[in-house]
């Protein structure tokens, strides 16, 4: 690590173009967002920053209210499910074999490769009334039923009069899986990384000591783990709340979250002040989590020091 | 099961090996599959309309159909176009930004590598509206009508903006490993400043480089909303024509064009991957 006091033209030579970058095409846009936050429309095109607070006051409105729980709601629920689901796939991955290891991680690396919009329009097919879950979901039926009959139950009636379909496009649950399904592996690696990097003798330790082998895995291994895991859940619930794509194509206009709201603002409402406050109002929730997180960070290592 | 051998006995904390967790994992990974494998499959269905939903025999008409579309085919061209350029300035944006946080200490660096951070970290709702909205009052958004490839110019920069940051983090960590001495050793022998940036750091860069690229490329051959915002109403990238055309109907033709891409992305990843192992036994 050098101090620039000698350098002083390299450092600006290496740090001026990417400084000039950020400047002009990343806080002076975000700083049109947060006038136009302030303003009114004047004439179709034209917008004028009178300071006003309407914008701001209107996100108080029931309707926007609603809004904000419900893609809250959509994308903790989803975030859960990820961890839940991800954490068990991090462990198999993280004990695996040196030989398998990187396989396993291909094999969850390559949907994350694969474009997002794709992704989710995959989803159409399988989550669709038609589609095929539920086909899996009949077949399941039928079996189940032909299984009752040839044991005698068949005349109860006991799985109800026939198989009805899931209706999952346009309902919040086909939301959550479209939002699982494009953020699991975002889950599965920051928990896989801290399982890697963990002191595997930490848990014979345990076990020596008189532990069952849950009592270990609840104290011992996903206390250790819990770094990874509030990574992954942070960068799944980020960019679950400000998801497009999914509540837009499998939400069918029935599940909006706030980008679709927002998104409404720009393209068709034509009301840029309104969706500029919004979209602030996104980027101040995100900034609230990752502040809070830097503080338990800082918390945490301070009492690391202490020990 | 070759894959996780079963030669030793399993200890308490294989969990690798536990049949519990090897079903959670095998379902895991069927369910992050199976829509894209029905996607392809369903890409030779011959059928014209709800073309997912009943299968009605093999047929590869629709990729003949969707190499047939011009529209589509110009929107691949932009694309392409649009993920390399992007990529070459992100990497050398990259490039600086990491050396400059590697190598420097400077005050308000923490607040520098902050800034540098957010557009990985802000929602991409927020970086497309926000870049709608500078382009607009900057007379920018017209630019769709001027000659091709200067058209693509708005969507470049914003791509560049958020893909160069994860090239710098990439690039950065592989600096990490750099042995400052071979650079005093190489000062000692007499070389200059820019001579052991050229013969010493550059070549000891050059998989973090690639690895940056490839992502970079990558990431702008994936983004959607970003472009969506920021594209005019002439100017259409393979995934905004994509989203166009599932709003319109759903037809085999977009499964067919979406295999390609899918295949396209296959390919780069095992070059990437290629590369990295080249890269681990040299």
Same mark, same amino acid.
């Given at each position: 690590m050098q101090s620039i006091r000698n350098n002083v033209g390299v450092f600006?030579?290496?740090?001026?173009?990417?400084?000039?970058?950020?400047?002009?095409?990343?806080?002076?846009?975000?700083?049109?967002?947060?006038?136009?936050s302030f303003g009114e429309n004047v004439s179709l095109t034209e917008i004028e920053t009178t300071?006003?607070?309407?914008?701001?006051?209107?996100?108080?409105?029931?309707?926007?209210?609603?809004?904000?729980?419900?893609?809250?709601?959509?994308?903790?629920?989803?975030?859960?499910?990820?961890?839940?689901?991800g954490f068990p796939m991090?462990?198999?991955?993280?004990?695996?074999?040196?030989?398998?290891?990187?396989?396993?991680?291909?094999?969850?690396?390559?949907?994350f490769w694969t474009n997002l919009l794709i992704r989710t329009y995959a989803l159409l097919n399988i989550l669709g009334t038609r589609g095929r879950l539920n086909d899996l979901l009949r077949w399941m039926y039928e079996k189940a039923d032909a299984f009752l009959n040839t044991i005698g139950l068949g005349n109860y009636a006991l799985l109800g009069d026939g198989f009805t379909p899931l209706k999952l496009l346009g309902t919040q649950t086909g939301v959550i899986y479209g939002i699982v399904y494009v953020s699991l592996p975002f889950a599965i690696l920051p928990i896989y990384s801290s399982l890697e990097r963990m002191d595997k003798s930490l848990l014979e330790a345990s076990m020596d000591l008189g532990a069952s082998q849950w009592q270990t895995a609840k104290n011992v291994l996903i206390p250790l783990a819990m770094p990874g895991v509030i990574t992954a859940a942070i960068i799944t619930f980020i960019p679950a709340l400000g998801q497009f794509l999914t509540p837009d194509l499998l939400g069918r206009g029935q599940v909006d979250m706030i980008a679709n709201v927002i998104e409404r603002q720009f393209k068709r409402a034509n009301d840029w002040p309104f969706g500029s406050a919004i979209s602030l109002t996104l980027l101040y929730v995100t900034f609230m989590i990752l502040a809070i997180r830097s503080f338990n960070d800082a918390a945490r290592a301070?009492?690391?020091?202490?020990? | 099961m070759p894959f996780f051998g079963k030669d030793k006995k399993a200890g308490p904390f294989d969990y690798s090996r536990k049949w519990s967790l090897r079903t959670v994992f095998a379902l895991g990974a069927v369910f992050l599959?199976?829509?894209?494998?029905?996607?392809?499959?369903?890409?030779?269905?011959?059928?014209?309309?709800?073309?997912?939903?009943?299968?009605?025999g093999f047929t590869t008409k629709y990729y003949e159909k969707a190499f047939g579309n011009?529209?589509?085919?110009?929107?691949?061209?932009?694309?392409?176009?649009?993920?390399?350029?992007?990529?070459?300035?992100?990497?050398?944006?990259?490039?600086?930004?990491?050396i400059v946080l590697w190598r420097f200490r400077f005050p308000l660096k923490p607040a520098y590598e902050g800034l540098v951070s957010l557009p990985i970290v802000i929602p991409e709702i927020c970086m497309g509206v926000s870049l709608a909205m500078f382009f607009s009052k900057m007379g920018m958004m017209q630019t769709g009508d001027s000659v091709w490839p200067f058209n693509l110019t708005n969507i470049i920069i914003a791509h560049i903006t958020f893909?160069?940051?994860?090239?710098?983090?990439?690039?950065?960590?592989?600096?990490?490993?750099?042995?400052?001495?071979?650079?005093?050793?190489?000062? /000692?022998?007499?070389?200059?400043?820019?001579?052991?940036?050229? /013969?010493?750091?550059?070549?000891?860069?050059?998989?973090?480089?690639?690895?940056?690229?490839?992502?970079?490329?990558t990431l702008s051959l994936d983004d959607f909303v970003i472009t969506f915002f920021t594209s005019g109403p002439n100017t259409v990238t393979f995934p905004v024509k994509i989203y166009s055309m599932v709003r319109f109907s759903v037809t085999p033709e977009i499964n067919a064009a979406s295999?390609?891409?899918?295949?396209?992305?296959?390919?780069?990843?095992?070059?990437?991957?290629?590369?990295?192992r080249m890269d681990s036994t040299s």
């Open positions: 600006l030579s290496f740090s001026g173009p990417t400084f000039i970058w950020l400047l002009l095409f990343f806080v002076v846009p975000l700083g049109i967002v947060w006038l136009y300071w006003t607070l309407d914008n701001y006051r209107r996100m108080l409105e029931p309707e926007i209210l609603e809004l904000m729980g419900r893609s809250v709601w959509l994308a903790f629920a989803s975030t859960v499910i990820c961890l839940l689901v991090a462990l198999v991955i993280a004990t695996a074999s040196p030989n398998a290891k990187p396989w396993l991680l291909l094999l969850i690396m390559l949907p301070k009492r690391a020091g202490r020990r | 599959y199976a829509p894209i494998v029905v996607l392809v499959i369903f890409s030779f269905n011959n059928s014209r309309r709800g073309g997912n939903i009943i299968w009605k011009e529209e589509l085919m110009l929107a691949f061209a932009n694309s392409l176009t649009i993920a390399i350029a992007s990529t070459i300035i992100s990497v050398f944006l990259g490039a600086l930004t990491a893909s160069f940051p994860f090239a710098a983090m990439v690039i950065r960590t592989r600096l990490q490993s750099f042995n400052r001495e071979m650079e005093e050793a190489a000062k /000692d022998l007499g070389a200059n400043e820019f001579q052991v940036f050229k /013969d010493i750091l550059l070549p000891h860069m050059k998989p973090g480089l690639i690895a940056g690229a490839l992502l970079a490329f295999t390609i891409l899918i295949i396209l992305t296959l390919f780069l990843t095992f070059i990437a991957l290629r590369y990295q």
